[in-house]
């Protein structure tokens, strides 16, 4: 007999098989995820959890009997009253007279739960999702470089002199070719002057041994100086080189408009978007850090809980938000080291004789900096015209076309209704199969 | 011996255990196993598992390892959400019929279980697995392990060549069939090349032997006579009727390709090995729960185990063979463990102790003193359905007052068939055996006919038995699937077997390249 021990051994044999049965019922759970996620507040969006499935998404058929009709047969224990021939109506919903045919297979089950771990279920959120081409493009060429020790080498600068392994070198150098130590040629010297001062020996007895002691220091001292205590063949340098190190951090700027002419709703459908932005962005980088900028006439950065709850009051000048972005990005980060997203959220309103400034400003200071930047108008709820009528654009939104225009990098996008937020998420962020990608591989 | 060294016999003291443990209570239980109850097993191998990797043995039909597919991750996802909502518990030990005997046992449990669980399975199933005639027939624990470490890594090249979703989509139709892969009758062996070689030439050298220049003088046949005979021919040739629907699909069906053949050979392998289990589960359970009984009261009656440990085990086994009655709310059909045992230890009793009625009813076994000789002769021999036939005695059909229920959708009531009367022992024996009989349960379905010169479709048959149809919506997705392998129109007819009367019809066309990789 064996005893085995296989507690050990590596878990997560089924993990393979857990990825087969989610990408077989995928859209099923993603259903499910989008239906649990609208019943979930925005907070805990990201978590993962329970989810529940329609069973016959994911039934496996096979030939079986049916659960009614013909003649059955039933054979049943703990019988109390019954004698043969008596008649019994037939039971309701299943019971008593079921059962011993027995459902073999998971008969009449119910609905299918399983929990989805929090990283399964942010996938499926924002599955399918990916940066914009532009942002990865230039993702990959501000890659800063770190220098990464690589070994040792024989030239260097003198900074980089490696000690340790130089002094090493010598040393064995110095012993393979037998170099005379220093304190051996100081105790020759010692007895040679030791010889000289002793006057009790006659001279002749003496003068043979000094001559030889004479000798052997000279020898000595010649092949000390011949065989140097560091060559520069032993000099080593510490190496270094140069690896490419991916930005992993991310800053992303919320702006808002917060004077009268913004209500709560518009507020809210913000702040979803800006959630979503936020769980979007952390999957991808390490860390990312969000500064709240809000604006009237005049711009501030502030706290998330005035950012949304604080009420203001004043005119809107919009380019003084740009602004204060534009102090923060100096003050605190640096574009070379930092990936900067930035979304903007307004209901459309400008002083029509800043529109110029807002708009050279986005052109010529903010979108080079930035990886991605989202302009989001929101309006009011059930906002609707009928049709024959052409909705005035805002000055925002004339503004920022003309940017668009000109070929700039800028999403915009119109909200009305919470429903609308995750589409127009997706549809900024959806994977885009660009038209010359393929050529330029 | 004196009374304290009977106390310092005990196995172990409290729950706890390590190897050495297991090792003192293998070799303990192993004693009584072969030298008293006179058992006959694979060598054992004993395996200890954590939770984990016991939900991870669900899933995979509680073999070490077996090839991906979606359905096991849905089972593992189903058991795991259950268990971790506490609605329900993990087995104590999964057994595998393989030589050596793999017995895996939880880390969780206490000295006392681990006890048991060896007794139960290391030793009671294990004896089953070896001397069962059925397991003997189809199965072999020697090669199963190799075997399905080769599925294992076939099913996996083949994803990487061909595609992970054809297949899925294979495995998916395959999966479905399952139960319907089986040979149900030993067949002829097929012979080996040295016999195929011998037989042609004596048939070459008889047609010498009568050749003779004026056969062929003789004018020819007509044509228009064979008309009859040719689908008699091509069903013959193909062997039909077929109620091995797989193994018919990998031999004949024109548009597979090999792999896609050798996988459903595969699958067909793999229901063959797990076909004896079917049906012999209440024997099975019945064998190794008598034999767990009988070791633990051995052992403990030795000296090896403990007051304590054995009223663990009484709570434990007591819970293991309850059963309830038919209108309690636990009740989930007839408990295997219960009547299996309570069978096996009524035989034993009419061995060694029988009244008048086990004379009359048994007359081959009662009294004859050799309770083990008969049961290992039995567990030998039978399999479920006849081990009820002949041996269900009208003292347990009293003891869990059985009764049988007619239910005729054309009554307007259901109608008590027979009780625990005299009346009724014998009906109620042959209805509870025909529960067990496979051949009874799984409907009736077999490939009759294909026009292979024509459209190629393919014709089953489904003999209603007792008028009861097939689920239809499964129905029409396990003919999807049949269809898809077959390439061509599949046709299923529900035929009323004492009229042969069509009482429905089932038909399937193949979605295009389903099962073609790359599409």
Known sequence: MHIVDRRLNPGGKSLANRQRFMRRAKSLIRKAVHESSASRSIKDADKGGEITLPIHGVHEPTLRRGGSGGMREYLLPGNKEYAEGDRISRPQGGAGGRGSEGSPEGDGQDDFRFALTQEEFVDLFLEDLELPDLAKRRVADTENLSWNRAGYSVSGSPANLALMRTVRNSLSRRIALKRPKTSEIERLTEELEALEADDEQPLADRAVRISALREEIDRATRRANLIPYIDPLDVRYKRFEAKPKPMAQAVMFCLMDVSGSMTEHMKDLAKRFYILLYIFLKRRYKHVDVVFIRHTHQAQEVDEDTFFYSPETGGTVVSTALDEMLRVVSERYRPEDWNIYGAQASDGDNTSSDNDRTASLLTRAILPICQYYAYLEVGREGESFPPGFVRRESDLWQTYSLVVRSGAPLAMRKVNHRRDIYPVFRDLFAKKVPAGAEASH | ???????????????????????????????????????????????????????????????????????????????????????????????????????????????????????????????????????????????????????KSYVASCEERYGELAVEHLLDAAHALMNHGVHRYPRKRPADLASEERRERERRQHEERIYNDLWRTLPAKSAGREDNSVDERRRALLQLPQENILYFLEKTAPRLQPWQREILRIVRQIAQYFYPQSQTKLMNEGCATFTHYRIMNRLHEQGYLGDGAMMEFLHSHTNVVFQPTFDDRRYSGINPYALGFAMMQDIARTCTNPDDEDRAWFPDIAGNGDAMGTLRDIWTDYRDESFILQFLSPRLIRHFRLFGVVDDVNQPTMRVDAIHDERGYRRIRQALARQYDVAWLAPDIQIVDVNLAGDRRLILHHRALNRVLLEENDVRLVLQHLADLWGYDVLLKEIDPASDAVLKEHAASPRGNLLRPGN
């Open chain 2, 1 to 151: 011996m004196s009374m304290e060294a009977g106390d310092s016999r005990a196995l172990f003291q409290g729950a706890d255990w390590e190897f050495g443990t297991i090792q003192r209570a293998y070799d303990a239980v192993e004693r009584v196993a072969l030298g008293e109850l006179g058992l006959n097993v694979y060598m054992n191998q004993i395996e200890v598992i954590s939770t984990e990797q016991m939900l991870d043995a669900y899933s995979s039909i509680g073999m070490p390892l077996f090839y991906k597919h979606w359905s096991f991750g849905k089972q593992f996802a189903r058991n795991e959400a259950l268990y971790r909502a506490g609605m329900q518990g993990l087995a104590y030990e999964i057994v595998i019929n393989s030589n050596p005997c793999i017995s895996y046992i939880m880390e969780e449990n206490t000295a006392t279980m681990q006890t048991l669980v060896i007794a139960h399975a290391a030793f009671g199933h294990n004896h089953f697995f070896k001397n069962n005639y059925l397991f003997r027939q189809w199965t072999d624990a020697n090669g199963i392990l190799e075997y399905l470490d080769f599925a």
